[in-house]
C-alpha cells in the first residue's frame, strides 16, 4: 500500500505578522513548524503503513527551507520525502496549491500507484480547508473530510469505512481506495521519533522537484499568475467588551431554554424583531 502525506511548514501562529501592502503572510524570520494538523494526518498513515505494509511518501510545497519540515516527518518514520520548490509556486492560493500538488500526485503514480492521500483539515496559517478537497476533485479521488477514525480498511478488497464528524453527531462513511483523508484534530497523537529514524532524517536526501520534475505542465496555473483569490484586507477582531447573559436551564425543557434564548437575543438587539418579520413578509 502506497500512501502520500501532504504537510505544510508554517509560521509559528503566535509571532505571524502581516505585510501592510500585500496583506499576505510575512515568513521572513519567523520560527516554522510543520502544520499542527498535518501531525494527525501523517500518525494515521504511519500507523496503517506499519498495520498493512506499504510506504509513506511526504511531500511539501514551500521554499527550499521547508525541508526542514521533510526530515521532521522522516524522523517519525516516513519513508520517502519530496519537496516541490520553484519560483513559479511562490505567491500561490489554495486553488494553485492543489494545482502543483494534484500533479506531483500524478507523478509520483506513475511510480507507484498511490492508494491513499492524506492532509491535515486545515492548516493554521489560511485556515481555509480547500486544499485537500481541491486535490481529491483534480484527481478524481473520493474524498473523505473530517475523519476522526478509521473504521475499517480492507486493501486487498480496496475498501475503506470511516466516520467523520458532521454538526449533530457522527456520519459512517464507506467508499473505495483510492481516496483522500483530511484528518481532525486529536485523532491520535504523533509518535516519539526513535533514535534511528532521527539519524536517517538527518542523512536522507531530500528529492527536489521543481514545476517540470513534478509534472506542472500549465506554469500560468501556478503562483500568483494562477492564484485569483485577493486578499482585500487582514485585521484583527476587535475585542467584546459586553458580558454573556446567563440563562437558567435548570428544570426547563429544550424549547423553554431556546425561547429563553432567542428572549435575550431580542433583548440585546430590540430592532431584530422587526427586521425578521420584514423579512418574512419581503419573502
Known amino acids: 500500500m ?27 524570520g519567523v520560527p516554522t513548524i510543520i502544520n499542527p494538523f498535518d501531525l494527525f494526518a501523517l500518525e494515521e498513515a504511519l500507523a496503517l503503513r506499519d498495520r498493512f505494509g506499504g510506504t509513506v511518501t511526504v511531500i511539501t510545497m514551500g521554499p527550499p527551507m521547508a525541508d526542514a519540515a521533510l526530515r521532521k516527518a522522516l524522523s517519525f518514520g516516513a519513508d520517502r520525502a519530496i519537496l516541490l520548490t520553484d519560483r513559479l509556486f511562490a505567491g500561490s492560493d489554495t486553488l494553485a496549491t492543489s494545482y502543483v500538488l ?11 500507484p498511490v492508494d491513499m492521500v492524506f492532509t491535515g483539515k486545515q492548516t493554521i496559517d489560511g485556515d481555509t480547508a480547500q486544499v485537500g478537497p481541491g486535490i481529491a476533485v483534480r484527481l478524481g479521488l473520493n474524498q473523505l473530510t473530517y475523519v476522526e477514525r478509521i473504521v ?16 449533530g453527531g457522527v456520519q459512517v462513511l464507506e ?3 483510492p481516496c483522500l483523508i483530511t484528518m481532525l484534530e486529536g485523532t491520535n497523537h504523533i509518535r516519539f521519533a526513535g533514535m534511528d529514524d532521527m539519524f536517517r532524517a538527518a542523512r536522507a536526501e531530500i528529492a527536489t522537484w521543481g514545476a517540470a520534475e513534478a509534472g506542472v505542465d500549465e506554469p500560468g496555473r ?32 429544550p424549547q423553554e431554554i431556546a425561547d429563553a434564548a432567542i428572549d435575550v437575543i431580542f433583548a440585546a438587539k430590540p430592532s431584530l424583531r422587526s427586521e425578521m418579520a420584514g423579512r418574512r413578509q419581503a419573502g
Do not use: Y
Not at 502506497?2 to 521572513?28: E, L
Not at 475499517?152 to 454538526?167: G, K, N, Y
Open 102 to 112: 494534484s500533479s506531483a500526485i500524478a507523478r509520483i503514480g506513475q511510480e507507484t
Open 2 to 28: 502506497h500512501i502520500v502525506v501532504c504537510i505544510k511548514q508554517v509560521p509559528d501562529s503566535a509571532q505571524i505578522r502581516i505585510h501592510p501592502v500585500t496583506n499576505t503572510i510575512m515568513r521572513q
Open 222 to 253: 501556478c503562483g500568483l499568475r494562477g492564484s485569483p483569490t485577493v486578499v482585500k484586507k487582514v485585521f484583527a477582531p476587535t475585542p467584546r467588551t459586553e458580558k454573556a447573559t446567563p440563562i437558567e436551564t435548570s428544570g426547563k425543557s
Open 175 to 177: 467508499t473505495r481506495l
Open 152 to 167: 475499517e480498511l480492507d486493501p486487498s478488497l480496496r475498501r475503506i469505512v470511516v466516520h467523520r464528524r458532521a454538526e
